[in-house]
């Protein structure tokens, strides 16, 4: 079943929910970047949740006109008129009053969802059967969805992402520098208007298979994830885009596969799983990584230390440190020099000398600098300067 | 007519009244520490809590739930501060990372497990049940007096007062150290304070608070609760004492008013059942909110030019 699932072998509606799911993914990875990068995350969870009042205001004019009140095109206008509202009300709070945006966020997040879940208990009135569905719009729910709300989230994940490809470079630029994309001549607000937007459309098409209190975690996770593995803007956005793709389309066919795995909660913990798995082993930004360059760093610092109170004949005590210069065939197991241990101390000890020349000469202030204790003199200065340095050391040593 | 007021709604509005009271007071102290949306984390990670309590006793029963949801919320705290850290990730980022996972994976262990014959679902969870904390024995107002009557009061009213006992007496307690650590946390250690403790301990009495009404009231309530009558005594005044006053006025007066125009609001313009009560606590906060920001005599920035 999970099989056929992943191949799209489940019907023509769970290989729509699954591709809608997958550009989705995509979109959202994409968007959030922006967000992510320009340190307002949080915002998208406003955003979404903002758009209960507008759904439910659609389902009550829909049904006031005598329709339905299920048609999802009509439903995700509303939503994406409340979300545009809730969006402004929050940048108002944050520009005119001492409020900081996080504060703007939970206000409006928390009034337009009271809000919603007030009309949500006026549809309930109206008519026993009529608001199922509305539910779904919290948590997602894919089971049961007509072609044609498929067709909408497929059409609407599209187009969120030529819109994107669009408007990618002056977006990189606000996000990644406000300051020099002002300096370039863009209007850094006018862009910033333009991610919002993008970002309510990204929730909008999201809220029928995610749900309007999950796919925040859409819109953030995947970037966290990218932004684990490298260094380069362009290069998050890409692989955030296909991180989110991945979590969404992994998410929907699961889902599809058996019954009671909500769309929305499977996708965000399959994303929860990537961006887990790139904490521990991602390369430099990694827990792995970090602790493997500790350990690192922790051994060339016991070896140093022990080469030089080898050859100040000093007893080593520190156990790591004699296992260490064992390892290395630089003392025996009774802690005595080996010929390459009284070289390789021997060394130490001049370079430690060098140093303490070169660190005293005004001149090599620079190349002073990058003294830690580790450093090999031979990567800072040229063979000539050494023997020039050696040159001091050998009267010093007459002087005494 | 006072009898039926008694019976049905003397209980959820002193409920409602309590847990906004609590929520709003420490509120105060995360607005001006810019960790408002703690309360919104914990609130959401509170499910995952409740459901695993539920899961290992098998029972929807209250202190179990509230372990849960505690160690819910301190499992957060730790994840968002290790994400931080470990990551090198910013707050809001780690945030929203941590309790959208313990929030979706709160839902399918619900959808998972067998709890049909239990009233537990996430419609619950979110807008709680106010109106159904009904005092049966309440036939009066004499009933106050009848300790019979009293020992059948609904278990979240004394739960939710204990609470906001508790609360109020930490913040009373720790009165100067939190305000100066709040306003400047520089000089509170330098005058020997140990500011991570107070800080951690805020964020367990927000937990404590966001737990007991969570339970009562529904998450709604909670995040709006910290937010919103905070922000809006923050408007009305420049010093903390004024504005922790406002912002206890902000909240009884939401909960109160909420209640009322769900509980009534429905029939004057003719409609025949009451909506919720929760939803509409956390509009009327905001409408506050919304008034105080338009009028209020502090609303902006300290040095911002006037009429701009």
């Given at each position: 079943m999970l099989f056929d699932a992943l191949f799209l072998q489940l019907g023509y509606n769970a290989t729509l929910v699954a591709v809608g799911a997958t550009l989705l993914g995509a979109a959202s990875g994409i968007t959030g970047t922006f967000l992510f990068l320009r340190k307002r995350a949080l915002v998208s969870d406003a955003v979404s949740h903002a758009t209960l009042p507008g759904i439910c205001v659609a389902f009550l004019i829909l049904v006031g006109l005598g329709g339905e009140g299920r048609n999802l095109a009509a439903l995700l206008v509303g939503s994406a008129v409340s979300a545009g509202i809730g969006l402004w009300c929050m940048n108002w709070l944050t520009r005119n009053t001492r409020l900081a945006e996080d504060a703007a966020i939970g206000a409006v997040l928390s009034v337009f969802f009271g809000f919603g879940v007030v009309l949500l208990t006026v549809i309930q009135t109206l008519g026993s059967g009529r608001q199922a569905g509305l539910e779904g719009f919290l948590l997602g729910s894919t089971a049961g969805m007509l072609y044609s709300d498929a067709l909408v989230i497929a059409g609407g994940g599209a187009a969120v992402l030529v819109m994107i490809l669009l408007a990618r470079r002056p977006m990189t630029l606000v996000a990644f520098d406000p300051e020099y994309a002002a300096a370039r001549g863009l209007s850094v607000s006018r862009i910033d208007m333009l991610m919002m937007a993008l970002v309510m459309a990204v929730t909008v098409v999201g809220l029928k298979v995610v749900g309007l209190i999950l796919i925040v975690a859409l819109l953030i996770i995947p970037p966290v994830t990218a932004r684990f593995w490298t260094e380069r803007a362009d290069q998050v956005v890409i692989l955030s885009g296909i991180l989110g793709a991945v979590a969404a389309y992994l998410g929907a066919a699961l889902s599809a596969s058996a019954p009671n795995l909500p769309t929305g909660p499977i996708i965000v913990l399959m994303s929860f799983a990537l961006f887990a798995l790139s904490l521990l082993v991602a390369p430099n930004r990694g827990v792995l990584a970090a602790v493997l360059r500790h350990r690192r760093f922790q051994r060339r610092v016991h070896l140093r230390q022990g080469l030089l109170a080898l050859a100040q004949a000093q007893t080593i005590y520190e156990p790591l440190t004699l296992r260490l210069l064992a390892r290395a065939g630089l003392v025996r197991a009774d802690g005595v020099a080996t010929r390459a241990g009284r070289a390789r101390a021997a060394k130490a000890l001049r370079d430690e000398r060098r140093w303490e020349i070169l660190r005293r000469d005004q001149a090599q202030e620079a190349a002073a600098?990058?003294?830690?204790?580790?450093?090999?003199?031979e990567t800072v200065l040229t063979p000539d300067q050494i023997a020039e340095i050696d040159g001091k050391i050998v009267p010093a040593r007459e002087a005494h | 007519m006072a009898s039926e007021f008694v019976t049905l709604s003397l209980t959820p509005l002193l409920i409602g009244i309590f847990a906004a009271v609590a929520c709003a007071l420490p509120g105060n102290f995360l607005l001006l520490r810019k960790q408002a949306l703690i309360g919104d984390a914990i609130s959401h990670v509170a499910l995952p809590g409740i459901v695993v309590a539920f899961l290992l006793t098998g029972a929807i029963s209250t202190w179990p739930m509230m372990l849960g949801a505690a160690g819910a919320a301190i499992v957060a705290v730790v994840m968002i501060e290790g994400i931080r850290r470990l990551?090198?990730?910013e707050p809001g980022a780690a945030m929203g990372v941590v309790f959208t996972t313990l929030f979706a994976a709160g839902v399918l262990l619900l959808e998972q497990s067998?709890?049909?014959?239990?009233?537990?679902d996430v419609e619950h969870a979110l807008y709680g049940n106010l109106e159904s904390l009904i005092w049966l024995d309440g036939t009066g107002w004499d009933s106050l007096l009848d300790p019979q009557a009293l020992a059948y009061l609904p278990v979240e009213l004394p739960r939710m007062a204990a609470t906001l006992v508790v609360v109020a007496a930490f913040i009373a307690l720790f009165w100067r150290p939190l305000k100066i650590a709040t306003f400047d946390e520089g000089f509170a250690r330098t005058l020997g304070m140990r500011t991570e403790w107070l800080g951690l301990a805020l964020v367990l009495m927000a937990a404590l608070a966001a737990v007991a009404a969570f339970d009562a009231v529904g998450s709604i309530i909670v995040i709006a609760m910290f937010i919103c009558p905070p922000a809006a005594a923050r408007m009305m005044t420049n010093r903390l004492e004024v504005q922790v006053g406002w912002s206890v006025v902000f909240a009884s007066v939401s909960a109160i008013v909420g209640y009322v125009l769900a509980g009534y609001g429905p029939m004057w313009v003719g409609m025949a059942d009451a909506v919720s009560a929760a939803g509409m606590i956390a509009t009327v906060s905001g409408v506050i909110l919304a008034i105080s920001a338009l009028w209020?005599?502090?609303?902006?920035?300290?040095?911002a030019p006037s009429g701009v």
């Open positions: 600098a990058l003294y830690d204790g580790l450093r090999e003199i | 990551g090198r990730i067998d709890t049909s014959s239990v009233h537990l209020g005599p502090c609303r902006r920035r300290a040095g």
